[in-house]
């Protein structure tokens, strides 16, 4: 039987175990999968431990994303460009991460049909999240990425770290008070729903479709997509996106996700 788990801090949340059982369950492969619960300043005695006893493969959470990456051995092109990991193996003792959200949002966007290759993006939020999806989404067609953030700054220099990797993909900054034009596709990759506070929309930003990245939370994004008639859809699409991605790159099997729930 091989032997997965996601590691975070918190982790009884996760629904990673579910959705990697029900992919098992689909296409016949004998596995586990667990939560583990690292200490905060134990996370890499953590995955030591799991690979010694003979692990397979882990999926990584908030908070430990980027000290995964600073751990590996082997990187991807998108994990390098998102400087943060969220699937690890190890291959030859030498221990490997990749990042699949990126292309879990991707994945989740082309089953929902919504186009994007060509498409102009807005990204609200230049954490974590919208380092993981910038690199996947240029790839998959977008021919202008702008990001806007409360701290200018910050989106600065996530776009010169980012340009390096992009090549025929605009990606500009805003401030976040001053977002205008027309978008096909905004994102909400901010904490804000998380934390209740909402990002007021203006009503000379206008846009086709709206990716909240959070799931099971109220959301003031997709309320204010919805007064405008405007498609939304919330995280859990790339939730299971990013797991069946990793799945992929584990099992070398690709879990079909037509019709598939939790
Ligand atoms: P993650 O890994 O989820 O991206 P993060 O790295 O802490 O988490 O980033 C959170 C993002 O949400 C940041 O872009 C943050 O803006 P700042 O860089 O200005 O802190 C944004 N954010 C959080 N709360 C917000 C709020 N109330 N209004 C606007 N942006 C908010």
């Known amino acids: ?29 004998d596995l586990s999968y667990d939560r583990i619960l690292a200490p905060l300043d134990g996370f890499a005695s953590t995955i030591k ?19 995964a990456f600073a751990l590996c051995n082997v990187l991807t092109e998108r994990a390098k460009a998102a400087r943060a990991v969220n699937t690890l193996w190890m291959q030859d003792g030498q ?56 701290t200018f700054a910050r989106a600065e220099s996530l776009v010169e770290d980012l340009s390096a990797f992009i090549k025929n993909t605009k990606l500009h900054v805003t401030a976040l008070d001053q977002l205008a034009g027309h978008f096909d596709l905004v994102i909400n990759a901010t904490s804000a729903s998380l934390s209740g506070e909402g990002i ?41 996106g990013q797991a069946a991605e990793a799945f992929f790159v584990w099992n070398g099997v690709n879990p079909d996700l037509t019709n598939f729930s939790l």
């Open 1 to 29: 039987m091989k032997k997965f788990a996601v590691v975070g801090n918190p982790i009884a949340h996760s629904r990673s175990p579910e959705i990697h059982v029900a992919f098992a369950r689909q296409t016949h492969i």
């Open 49 to 67: 431990d799991f690979f010694a006893q003979g692990g397979d493969g882990l999926n990584i959470t908030v908070p430990f994303k980027e000290e």
């Open 95 to 150: 221990l490997h991460g990749d990042n699949t959200d990126g292309a879990g949002l991707v994945n989740a966007m082309t089953a929902l049909t919504w186009p994007l290759n060509p498409s102009r993006i807005l990204i609200l939020g230049a954490g974590g999240a919208t380092r993981g999806v910038v690199l996947p989404l240029a790839n998959a067609g977008a021919t202008e990425i702008v990001i806007a953030n409360r």
């Open 200 to 240: 007021a929309l203006p009503e000379i930003l206008t846009f086709n479709y709206a990716y909240e990245m959070a799931y099971g939370k109220p959301s003031s994004f997709i309320d204010q997509a919805k007064q405008r008639a405007v498609p939304t859809a919330d995280g859990l699409g790339m939730l299971i």
